[in-house]
């Protein structure tokens, strides 16, 4: 820098009317000292005062955003969580609706088979009653034809002249009969 | 008239430092003058605009807050990638760098206004307080493993005698690089913008049948004007990322 001082000097000092002005020297004390002033008191305002309050506006902004975030993903891990929850409990609702369903039809089978069974065994019954009196009737209908068959048997053999034993023509009877 | 055209038209004279309040120390002049006024304005509205963006809080931020923290994130990132998370200590003066540089160079743009940084005294300043740290923080961190920084491993024994000069003049080459690039950039653009519009306004003086070339001239000003914008914020970004990567040096000397 001195080399341009004395460049400066040099030229100021030839005579020439003009000097360039940033090779005159006069000003350079003064130059020096407000730049020191105004160059000083600027790094400290901003690097005491401005700056830190922008970077802490900015880290600020920084955390917020993040704990946004952070929230965000916990609400939608919630909601995922509520959503599986929910989906369990409509499952075991579902199976609850089937179990109780199944039940019901099984409760109703039941009541069916045994009404059935019942019905049945008063059918059975009451068949097996009429068929006993049928054949109790048959019998006794049976009975009647083989008196009468006897009694014409004998009055058809008194008229031919013959006069079977009683035994031997209910015997007769029996065997033509059956 | 003449003359007095050429000095408005004086493309030199935007660089003039002027006296505004004189002030002298112990036989020093320290006189606030238009450069101080310019450079107090940049930094008042770093402030300012800082200061609001920051004052805000909100977590849904406003407009303002929202570009400032924009501008927040754009320097810790670069601070970040090229420097490393250990970088971040340095996160405040790079941050400060770029903005008082950016500001400076943006109202360099608004006509009548002096550029700050088209003076070598202040990039030179910078550029020296970017190396004083590097190279304070690089013996006090490292002590003196930061001359490893001149000995790249990897590279064969036998070439090191021709490495270790190279590095060390590119090493030393950084504040002169680093102060000129800035210097030379804003004062080249500023001259440029006022010979085209300085042109533009001689031909049109110069006579009816100069007119189509006048806006030819003004033409090239504005499009020249546009190119400045993009050089005064792409002049910022390379001063603060160069010291990210001298930073860097510092924190990592063995590359």
């Known amino acids: 820098m001195s080399l341009i001082a004395l460049a400066a000097d040099a030229a100021a000092n030839s005579g020439e009317a003009p000097v360039f002005p940033p090779f005159e020297t006069w000003h350079f004390p003064s130059q020096l000292f407000w730049l020191t002033l105004l160059f000083g008191g600027l790094y400290i305002v901003l690097s005491r005062m401005i700056l830190p309050r922008l970077s802490a506006t900015m880290e600020r902004r920084g955390d917020h955003i993040a704990s946004d975030l952070d929230q965000a993903a916990r609400l939608d891990e919630q909601a995922v969580e509520a959503q599986q929850a929910l989906e369990l409990r409509m499952a075991e609702a579902r199976a609850k609706a089937r179990e109780t369903a199944n039940e019901a039809r099984a409760k109703m089978e039941d009541e069916i088979a045994r009404d059935t069974a019942k019905v049945d065994a008063d059918m059975d019954e009451k068949l097996a009653e009429a068929e006993a009196r049928i054949s109790e009737l048959r019998a006794e209908a049976m009975a009647n034809v083989e008196s009468v068959a006897t009694d014409a048997a004998s009055a058809i053999a008194g008229r031919f002249g013959v006069k079977p034993s009683a035994s031997d023509v209910t015997s007769a009877v029996k065997a033509a009969l059956n | ?255």
């Not at chain 2, 090239?220 to 990210?244: D, H, K, P, R, S």
Request: proline fraction near 4%; include cysteine.
């Open chain 2, 1 to 255: 008239m003449d003359l007095q055209f050429r000095q408005i038209a004086d493309p030199i004279k935007q660089f003039e430092v002027v006296k505004w309040f004189d002030l002298k120390v112990g036989g020093v002049d320290l006189s606030f003058t238009n450069a101080s006024g310019f450079m107090l304005l940049g930094v008042t509205m770093v402030i300012a605009f800082f200061g609001y963006a920051a004052s805000r809080g909100q977590l849904v931020p406003s407009r303002i807050q929202s570009i400032g923290e924009m501008g927040y994130g754009f320097v810790a990132d670069m601070v970040r990638s090229v420097a490393g998370e250990e970088g971040l200590k340095f996160f405040p003066f790079v941050f400060t760098l770029f903005f008082f540089i950016f500001f400076a160079n943006m109202i360099g743009m608004s006509p009548y206004a002096f550029t700050t940084t088209s003076h070598i005294i202040v990039t030179a300043a910078l550029a020296l307080l970017v190396m004083a740290i590097v190279i304070g923080y690089g013996f006090y961190k490292n002590g003196l493993g930061f001359l490893k920084l001149f000995a790249p491993s990897g590279a064969p024994w036998y070439i090191m005698p021709l490495l270790m000069p190279i590095e060390i003049i590119s090493f030393f080459a950084r504040p002169l690089t680093l102060s000129l690039r800035l210097f030379a950039n804003m004062l080249a653009g500023h001259i440029m913008l006022k010979l085209f519009a300085g042109f533009a306004v001689t031909l049109v003086g110069a006579g009816a049948a100069y007119i189509p070339v006048a806006f030819l001239a003004f033409g090239m000003g504005v499009a020249l004007n546009a190119l400045e914008f993009l050089v005064a914020a792409l002049q910022a970004y390379v001063f603060a990322i160069l010291t990210c990567v001298y930073l860097n040096d510092a924190l990592h000397p063995a590359h």
